[in-house]
């Protein structure tokens, strides 16, 4: 495994590259978000934490296994330290069933911190995802003063909109990434490896 800074960008952003599988990236990833998190409950920050669900706590059959797991027990631990907020562009239709499945494996959240797309923008393009994703990023640091770091496989999980197809747009769906964007004031970016 090794970790490389993205030299074509003026802010730290390190990729972790995995020797084997996407497994070991989301555990690298995790302990060191964990590590950060801890620090800025140590230093009296205050914030919230968003997390992604598909492909960032589970898998796309729902399971908690292959790195996954690493990254629900990261959750358990930070949701200790900081209010959480699960931000997913599943079905606000589905609020109910999705509370009850993520309850189901262990990743306990208020109903009110469950953010899901409104249900008639489901399945449409994907500027609607990202626009809903920006929103409810910015209502999360206007509640909490702050976001102290950001969980998801897309990049519009955890990136500033305007990043998307500028400064950012080589990230891929593929990579694995922690960075620190000066436009998010201090918020730890965590892009997981998606499907790409």
């Known amino acids: ?14 990729y972790i590259k995995p020797d084997t599988k996407k497994t070991e990236a989301r555990k690298i990833a995790s302990e060191y978000a964990l590590g950060w998190i801890t620090y800025q409950k140590g230093t009296g920050a205050t914030g919230c934490i968003i997390f992604d669900i598909d492909d960032t706590l589970i898998d796309g059959k729902e399971r908690v296994s292959g790195g996954f797991e690493f990254m629900v027990s990261m959750y358990a631990k930070v949701h200790k330290l900081f209010p959480v907020h699960i931000v997913t562009a599943r079905p606000n239709e589905d609020h109910a069933s999705c509370m009850d499945m993520l309850a189901g494996k262990g990743i306990c959240i208020p109903p009110d911190r469950l953010h899901m797309l409104p249900s008639e923008l489901w399945g449409k393009d994907t500027c609607y995802v990202e626009e809903f994703k ?10 909490h003063n702050g976001v102290i770091a950001r969980f ?3 990049l519009w999980d955890v990136a500033h909109i305007q990043s998307l197809r500028t400064y950012l747009g080589h990230v891929k769906d593929k990579h694995c990434c922690l960075f620190f964007d000066p436009y998010l004031n201090g918020t730890l970016s965590v892009k997981l490896p998606g499907q790409g």
């Open 1 to 14: 495994m090794n970790i490389t800074k993205d030299k074509t960008i003026d802010f730290p952003l390190y």
């Open 134 to 143: 920006w929103e409810c990023h910015k209502k999360c640091n206007r509640i």
């Open 152 to 154: 998801g496989d897309k």
